[in-house]
Structures are given as C-alpha cells and as structure tokens.
C-alpha cells in the first residue's frame, strides 16, 4: 500500500438514526483491508465519538479517514457553535447534551476522554461560533 | 456457548438472531453508549434498556456477540430492522439487568 486511502463522508446533522454509518463503513473497510482487531477497534471507538458529537452538537460536519503506510489519520470537521473550554470538555463526565439527548443514551461525557483514550494523538481546534477540527491519529 | 444456547438457557425472546452460533465470551451491563463504547469487549454479551437506532451502531462497533434489551423495553421496528440488516444479534426479556447478569455469571463462569 504505498497510495494513501482516503475516504470521506457527510456526516448529517438532522438524522439521529443514521449517526455512526461513517463510523461502520469505515470499520467494514479496515476489516476488508485486514487490519488486527485491536486496531480496527480503536479507530471505531474514536471514529464514533467524533462523529456522534459532531451529529448531536455541531449539527453535522465532514469526516475523513486516510489510511497511511504507518498509520490512521482520522479528521472531523464541523461548522457548529465550537467548544467554549476544551479543557472542561476532555474530563470525563462533562457534558452540555440537553436532556432529549440524554434519553437516547447519550450525555455521558465520555465521548471525548473516550476519542483521547483510543488514539496515539488528538488536537483539537476550535472557534466560538466557527466550528471545530479534531485530528486524530492511530499509529500501526 | 453460544449465543443460540444462551438465548434458551435465559428463555429470551429472540428478535433477529443473523449470527446463532456465535460465541459468547463475558458481558457488558449499561445503558450510557459512551461507556459502552468505550467498556464494551468484542464477543460480550451487551445487556441494556436502550433499544434506540443507535445501539445497533453501538453493538457492531463493538462487536458484541449478542445485545440483551431488558425490562421488557419497548423495541422500536426501525431499530429492529436495523439489527435485522446490519446483522446483529438482538433479544428481549422481561427480566430486569441485574437478574440477567446474575443468571449470566452462573452461565458464563
Ligand atoms: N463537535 C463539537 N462541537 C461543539 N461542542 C462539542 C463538540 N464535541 C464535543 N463538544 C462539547 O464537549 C462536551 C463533551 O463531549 P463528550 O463527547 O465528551 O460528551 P457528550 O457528547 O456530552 O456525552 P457522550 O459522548 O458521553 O455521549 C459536549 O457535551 C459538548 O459540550
Ligand atoms: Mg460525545
């Protein structure tokens, strides 16, 4: 595999059923590829967090996946209302989900120590009322 | 065991079973999908009361053997068509989470 692959999807903001398919299509695609479990596992959970997130608090946004020589870059772009202290947001059990939100089983606060937990890098970027960029990477 | 024997042993009511002889290997209980996310181990048995479109993302993400909605959770026919196609393992009991783990730690141990 000397070409990186890169795939992309829209992550859409409106529909909570459809939240996650970019997160299973991408599993689908390293199970394909043969990556080890532990790997693909990793990817999955970071994955689904960002783009859960970005459904239920950006009003959608774009994720790329680009599988390298050495590793997973995994990006999440969105143009929602931004994360107002990051350093709040990393801790586990801080969350700002409303309560219609928390009846879907979500809210925890656990999504982004969870995206932290399962990647080898994550920055964060983000804008009050631009939107935010999360970089992730998986080493191989 | 597996997930067909496990069915029968918890007299569950099955759902969608895509995948019966699958095998079980321990068991996660929770209902916050983070957590879940993130506890979850590939082959446990998933047992919840959620039974929103967004547990069958959950449980092919983390590959669990087999989700087990409790309390006699209503199932909503779009999740259940959901499981149906992307293949996951689905079952109902009336039986509350702790019960079923209680009868799962005699089961799996
Ligand atoms: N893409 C985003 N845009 C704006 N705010 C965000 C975004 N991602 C996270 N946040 C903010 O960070 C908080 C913590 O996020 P985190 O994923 O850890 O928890 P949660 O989404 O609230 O709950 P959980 O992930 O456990 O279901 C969120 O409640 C929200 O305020
Ligand atoms: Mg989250």
């Known amino acids: 595999m000397s070409e990186p692959l890169v795939f992309t999807f829209e992550v859409d903001g409106e529909n909570f059923t459809s939240a996650g398919n970019a997160s299973v299509a991408v599993k689908k695609k390293l199970r394909w590829l043969g990556f080890p479990p532990e790997i693909i596992r990793r990817v999955s959970v970071a994955m689904y967090e960002g783009e859960i997130n970005m459904v239920i608090h950006a009003g959608g946004g774009v994720a790329t996946v680009t599988v390298l020589q050495d590793r997973i870059d995994i990006v999440l772009e969105d143009h929602g209302p931004g994360i107002a202290n990051v350093e709040l947001a990393m801790k586990e059990g801080f969350s700002t989900a409303t309560d219609h939100i928390r009846d879907l089983g979500f809210g925890a606060g656990m999504g982004l120590p969870n995206m932290k937990k399962n990647t080898d890098s994550m920055e964060i970027q983000t804008e009050l009322g631009k939107g935010t960029t999360i970089k992730m990477i998986i080493n191989l | ?109």
């Open chain 2, 1 to 109: 065991m597996t997930v067909r024997q496990l069915s029968e042993s918890l007299a569950l009511e099955v759902l969608s079973l895509p995948e019966p002889e699958r095998e079980v290997c321990g068991a996660y209980a929770g209902d916050l999908l983070s957590w879940v996310m993130g506890r979850a181990n590939a082959d446990n048995v998933w047992v919840t009361v959620m039974t929103n479109a967004n547990t069958v993302a959950v449980a092919t993400l983390t590959d669990v053997s087999m989700v087990i909605v409790t309390d006699g959770s209503e199932m909503p026919p779009e999740t259940l068509a959901l499981a149906k196609e992307k293949g996951v393992n689905l079952a109902r009991t009336k039986a509350s989470s702790y019960e079923i783990c209680v009868r799962l730690g005699g089961l799996l141990s």
